[in-house]
């Protein structure tokens, strides 16, 4: 389904020579493994978990004597350090995503497909990425509730309470680091460089589903972590069927800023919906939305490439 619009990342053999003439690089099937994206997942985890334990142990070791655990999760929880740590974790994604394509000498433009794509395709994503969101709170409602102990709402609570209770200057700070940080970092390492990697090696259906399921891992919390993977599945067909990283990075942007909103002003009703769920009818009205969302996507693809062979 999806090989004519992946088509234009890899030019023909006639193409690659032009190409190689006037001094561009290679961008051919054969050069692309799909293990390269396992390589950068490994490396960016391997570096955000060090980076995170070492900036961890200074926090620490700064904070004795100035009080007690509460103290230390408290200023973990701050403004200024939850955007640090999101900075750190963003920019340490998009090294890696943006840098081993340039190592392994492909065209990192082309690789990572950041070309722009039809305004529609951003309506449509945002439009699916909106209604994919009540879809996703009710199945972690149903995970909750399945187990309460394994899908724990705690760490999602102390993400409302510190939006919440924030300054609006800090407020504001973490909202646009929030926005941009994972937007740009987590797209270009998920739906970039592990995605378009997988979909060297494997069927296109089980590239989205591994690179999502790394997606989610990432997040470590059992319930974010679900529900990210989800996520990550629509915005990993977003990037398919667009042939476009710009649109999933929009999606996941705001998908954040209204995650954002939620915490700040309905900080018990962003805990409260994992323990009660959403009204049955905007659950299946949310999940048609969806599906209409991504077969819209669909259509205009096929539309392009019918264009494109006339």
């Not at 290679?26 to 900036?55: N, Q, T, Y």
């Not at 997988?198 to 891992?217: D, H, N, T, Y």
């Amino acid at each position: 389904m999806f090989t004519q619009e992946d088509a234009p990342i890899y030019p023909s053999a006639a193409a690659a020579k032009s190409s190689a003439a006037a001094g561009r690089r290679d961008e051919r099937p054969s050069r692309v493994r799909w293990w390269w994206g396992l390589i950068g997942f490994a490396g960016g985890a391997g570096s955000h978990i060090f980076l995170s334990l070492a900036i961890g142990a200074v926090i620490v070791l700064s904070n004795r004597g100035q009080g007690g655990t509460q103290s230390l999760l408290d200023k973990l929880m701050s403004p200024g350090w939850l955007s640090f740590q999101v900075v750190l974790t963003s920019g340490i994604l998009a090294l890696w995503a943006l840098g081993l394509p340039k190592a392994l000498k492909v065209s990192v433009k082309g690789f990572l497909k950041l070309s722009h794509a039809r305004p529609m395709a951003y309506l449509w994503s945002l439009v699916g990425m909106a209604a994919c969101g009540f879809v996703v709170d009710q199945v972690l409602f149903l995970l909750h509730n399945a187990a309460p102990q394994l899908f724990d709402t705690e760490g999602l609570a102390a993400f409302g309470r510190s939006f919440a209770g924030a300054s609006l200057g800090g407020y504001v700070l973490m909202t646009v680091v929030v926005a941009l940080g994972p937007g740009l970092g987590e797209e270009l390492m998920f739906r970039g460089l592990v995605l378009r990697s997988f979909v060297s090696g494997m069927p296109a259906w089980a590239a989205v589903l591994l690179s999502s399921a790394l997606f989610g891992a990432l997040h470590w919390n059992m319930l974010q972590g679900v529900g990210a993977a989800i996520i990550g599945v629509y915005l990993g067909l977003v990037t398919l069927l667009t042939g476009s990283l710009w649109p999933a990075v929009l999606a996941h942007a705001v998908n954040n800023t209204i995650s954002s909103l939620y915490a700040r002003y309905s900080v018990a009703d962003s805990v409260e919906v994992f323990r009660q769920g959403h009204p049955l009818w905007l659950v299946s009205a949310a999940a048609v939305v969806t599906v209409l969302a991504v077969w819209q996507l669909f259509k205009a693809q096929d539309t392009s490439v019918n264009a494109a062979d006339a």
